[in-house]
Structure formats: C-alpha cells, structure tokens
C-alpha cells in the first residue's frame, strides 16, 4: 500500500517506490474567484456581440454610406420580399384588338411661323423737290424725287423700298408708261439720245444695263444705288452709260 507524506519531506523520500506526493489543495475562495472572472468577462464579450450584429442594420440607415452600398441593400431587401399581386379594375383593359401594329404615330403640327419684321421707313423728303443746286427738277424727275430717303431693297418695287430698276418702273407707271422690272430690259426700251437732248427723267443705263437712275441733268441723276444706301441725288459715276427716252 503506498503512503502518503506531507508535501515538505516528500523531496527527501520521493526516491522510494512507495512515496506519493500528497495532492495539492486549492484554497477555497478560489473557485468564487473563478466564478466572478466567468461573470465578469461575459459581460463585455456578450454586449460586443450584439453591436457587432447591429453595425451593419445601422451602417444600412446611415447617409454617409456610398450609393452602391445603398443599391445592394435595396436589391437584397427586394430579393427577400413577398410576391406581391396587383388588382386591375376590368374598365382599364385596352382591349384584344390593340397591338403595335394598330398604333400610328401623329406628328404635332409645325409650329406658326415667326411674324414678319415691321419695316418702319424714315423719309427724309416730303414734297417736290425743285431744284438741286442749280439744277431745275421737273416732270418725271419731280415724281421720282418724292422718293429720296427710300432704304434700298434689293427686288423692291414700293415706297417701303426700291432697287434700281423698282425705282423707274414705279415712276413711270405714275404717268402711264409701264416699264419692266428689269434694268437690262429698261435699257434696250425706248428711244437712245444724247446728253444734249435728254430730259429730266429720261433713263440713264450703265455697262450694257447692269444699273439704272433718272436723269435731272448736268451730270446727275436720281437712283436707288445699292444695299445700306437710300434713293438719292448722285452723280453720273461712269462714261459707260447711254440715256434712253420715254
């Protein structure tokens, strides 16, 4: 039968073969303090876990989270959710007969077009004029100078404005006489004369009748020279020019 010695003679007796080292005792608030350690470190362990779980259900709410963290919460939430059934009132068919064969497509209309521009013209003239310098302006040229401050109009024919030929046509058919809108055509019409027998209003044509004017005398003439210019007094400008007579 083996014996048992105390603790402090068993280093000089632990060579014999029946010697057992007594067992060692714990005291006895030991286990009350092993006890109160468990206690103590579930209590923060178990409050971790659960902010643990929770992070991310607050993490899903918060606003500083990126919109594709966003987007996967609000796809997983959808994946995740009940079918759902919608109830549609049988007034609100389209009907059997509808298909996209049968749906034309209409055009709006086009919208109005713009208003036209109001054309105010400023005449610088009101009357007769009957003289120019020393040059008497009589007859037709007295019709035609009525018109003096009329804009260029490149086509125009009226006192809201004239092109060259517009101008003569316009004047002579005051008295009659029914001219083509045509410089070209004005120039080969009527009779040619010289600088010597012409007329205050007789037609001054230039380069084969590129450009018209009516004649007043001593060199001038009355025209609607070209685009920003108005209808005026102008000199004859060039040698290539002939007159022609109504």
Known sequence: MT??????????????????????RKPANFRRKSNLMSVAVLAVIIPGLFATV?????????????AAAK????????????????????SASVGPSLDRDTITYTAPPPPPPPPK???????????????????????????????????????GESPAG???????????????????????EQGHMGTRVSVADAQPGDVVVFNGGTHVGLYIGAGHMIDAPYPGRVVSIDAIYSNDYWIVHY
């Open 3 to 24: 014996k048992q010695y105390p603790i402090d003679l068993f280093e000089g007796a632990k060579d014999h073969a029946d010697v057992v080292a007594p067992p060692l």
């Open 117 to 155: 521009p109001v054309v105010v013209v400023h005449h610088s003239f009101t009357g007769l004029v009957q003289s120019y310098g020393n040059i008497s302006i009589t007859g037709v040229a007295a019709i035609a100078a009525k018109y003096i401050g009329v804009p260029y109009v490149f086509g």
């Open 162 to 184: 004239f092109d060259c030929s517009g101008l003569v046509a316009y004047v002579y058919n005051q008295v009659g006489i029914h001219l083509p809108h045509s410089s070209m």
């Open 54 to 66: 929770a992070l991310p259900a607050y993490g899903a709410g918060n606003s500083s989270l990126s």
């Open 71 to 90: 987007s996967n919460a609000r796809l997983e939430h959808a994946l995740h959710t009940d079918p759902q059934t919608v109830f549609v009132s049988a």
